[in-house]
């Protein structure tokens, strides 16, 4: 009979190849969560089964049958969701043959297979038909079809995951570690799992997993640490910048040639203002040092003669007379000399007088 309809309904066309999905479900089986993991000898067991029972049928009553897939199985007691694929070329209405040999499977199958097929849970759908229809997704996944395959697939929300091939369950029931130290898991919806963490009066958990413990003496520490370090960078620097600027300034001084005329002369006021030969005369300074030599206003061969002759008296009075040390007393030869020779250092003495 069967064999009759499928020679009436299926006229050679050419056309496309075809997919037809369809799905039907036992009813004198029991369904078990082996039968989500595609790979558990279970799964594979009753998918041979199928195949063995409907590939024959389906060969000797339908034209250009090609092969038959079985998708998955689904709870309820046990739905079998399958994929039949077509050559070319197809008959017209291939959909509705198809349908009416699953039906006619189901009415012989109980006799001849044991199998309580319910004929009124059979649906059979063209490759026009949304693929995601005869996907086992649970709540917590969302079919998706690969816009290059075609192929639907069942994709976990976020904080869900698949193990086995089993439908997604919460990472909180997965992972019972997931959140330490009696922190507890929840999911929110679009985000993924977090964890809540503890909090006592004085101290808490955090972190992703609930892993660090912090107290209020212990940020206290870390900021007063946090602190004394930001201070002790701050005054490195700032030491670093006044000894950088301090030493550019010397620089520059030391370029002037005032300044280095002044600089080789450091005992200029002692060798004035201690000078036995001036003791009663200390708080005036030297002034009155230099009033005994006035610039002359033209320096001439004889003023330098005159200053020199002056000098030596001078340092011979001033070895007989003076407890200087020598070093003390060659850095007032070099004084007297340079003022009689120098006339830029006269000037600059007189200003600072």
Known sequence: HATDQASMAMPVNPGRALMVFFSLRVTNMIFSEDLFNKSSPEYKALEQRFLELLVPYLQSN???????EILNFRNGSIVVNSRMKFGKPVARGVTTTVYLILEDFCNT???????????????????????????????YAECKVNRWSGEA??????????????????????QTDF??????????????????CRVGENWWYRGEHCEEYVSEPLVVGIAIASVAGFLFVASGVLFFLARTLRDQYDKEESEDPIYRRAESLPSLERATKYNPMYESEATTGYSHY???????PVYSSA????????????????????????????????IIELYAKDRQFADFVRQHQ
Do not use: W
């Not at 339908?62 to 038959?68: A, K, Q, V």
């Not at 001849?112 to 490759?127: F, G, Q, R």
């Not at 697939?153 to 997965?174: H, K, M, R, T, W």
């Open 179 to 196: 959140c330490l130290n009696d922190g507890k898991c929840d999911i929110i919806p679009g985000q993924g799992a977090i964890c809540r």
């Open 290 to 296: 230099y009033r005994r030599y006035p610039e002359p």
């Open 303 to 334: 003023s330098a003669e005159a200053s020199t002759d002056f000098s030596s008296e001078e340092i011979r009075h001033i070895y007989d007379n003076s407890e200087l040390t020598k070093e003390e007393i060659q850095d007032r030869i070099r």
């Open 109 to 139: 199958a109980y006799q001849t297979m044991n199998l309580a097929i319910d004929k009124y849970s059979l649906d059979v759908e063209s490759d026009q038909a949304d693929p995601c229809k005869f996907q086992a997704c649970n709540e």
């Open 62 to 68: 339908l034209s250009n049958f090609e092969n038959l």
């Open 153 to 174: 697939e069942c994709v976990c929300n976020a904080g869900y995951f698949s193990v086995d091939g089993l439908p997604c369950q919460s990472i909180c029931e997965l």
